[in-house]
């Protein structure tokens, strides 16, 4: 998160909306570990990670429309086995993604 810190510090500055959306629950083959966040400025800018790109563009979306409405929101993602295995991935998983805007 600190690393995080001088871009929120910066889009606050610019008078922009933050959200930021944090991984709570990861199973099996998730591309990024527990804890793992990214932020999104209403401009749909962002920085961070919550899956090595696999679902940021979704993510940011539904910010997007967090920080319109300020009703946070819990996302799931995932793969089965079998569709893993159908790509040529060893194994399935998925992440919990909670997303929240920040409010100054």
Do not use: H
């Amino acid at each position: 998160m600190r690393e995080l810190l001088p871009t929120i510090e910066k889009w606050k500055q610019e008078g922009k909306q933050i959200a930021l959306a944090t991984i709570v629950q990861a199973y099996g083959s998730a591309p990024r570990p527990l804890g793992s966040k990214m932020v999104i400025s209403s401009t749909g800018d962002f920085a961070g990670s919550v899956s090595g790109g696999c679902i940021e563009g979704a993510v940011i979306e539904e910010a997007l429309n967090v920080m319109k409405t300020g009703v946070p929101k819990l996302l799931d993602y995932g793969i089965s086995n079998n569709q893993a295995w159908d790509i040529g991935l060893a194994c399935g998983g998925s992440v919990q993604v909670y997303v929240e805007a920040l409010n100054w």
